[in-house]
């Protein structure tokens, strides 16, 4: 069941495996990702691990729109790769947020059956503030590295030239490696729980 919903949709997702084929688990969710990457629309996805040696991983993937989101969650190709993972996922929850959110929240169910049991409310998304001292926290580093490298080995390249290398290889560090690490590791902050060393 989706709502069609102008702008970019984030699905973010958990699973459950036994940490024992975590290698499985992580070829199978790489695997996924290429697949998608070929679909119009496909802005980017990415994975982490709950905690180290957790069975639990949060898998997001984002597309331009409903549409282009609809035509990859119908399509044979993911069809075919969620079938493979039969005997390694236990347990799957999803949802789907539009804007920056996605990145923040951790999944709910909104999809999966519950059978009568009533479905669990949608965690409040952080605070705006905090989603934005967040991205500036991952953004700053990477953007001061890439001008630095760019002034020093691209100098001769027009403005443009730059920038258009440096978005090329910041969005997808952004997006795959740094942005879903920081924000596992500010969970606490952004949630407004205690700190870590606090507990």
Do not use: C, N
């Amino acid at each position: 069941m989706t709502t069609m919903q102008a702008g970019p949709v984030t699905v973010a997702v958990s699973r459950r495996a036994d940490p024992a084929r975590t290698g499985e688990m992580v070829a199978w969710m790489r695997a996924g990702t290429a697949l998608a990457e070929s679909f119009p629309g496909f802005l980017g996805a990415g994975f982490v691990r709950s905690a180290p040696g957790s069975g639990e991983w949060h898998v997001m993937y984002r597309f331009a729109d409903a549409d282009t989101l609809h035509h990859w969650e119908d399509s044979p190709q993911r069809h075919w790769w969620l079938s493979s993972a039969q005997g390694i996922v236990e347990h799957t929850r999803v949802e789907r947020r539009t804007g920056i959110e996605g990145w923040f929240d951790a999944p709910v169910d909104h999809v999966v059956e519950t059978f009568g049991e009533p479905e669990p409310a949608v965690p409040a998304a952080p605070p705006r503030w905090k989603q934005a001292v967040t991205i500036w926290l991952a953004f700053f580093p990477l953007s001061l590295t890439a001008t630095l490298l760019t002034a020093r080995f691209a100098a001769g390249v027009p403005l443009a030239g730059r920038t258009l290398l440096m978005t090329l290889v910041l969005t997808p560090l952004m997006t795959y490696l740094v942005l879903p690490r920081i924000t596992r590791a500010l969970h606490w902050w952004l949630h407004g729980q205690p700190a870590p060393w606090r507990r």
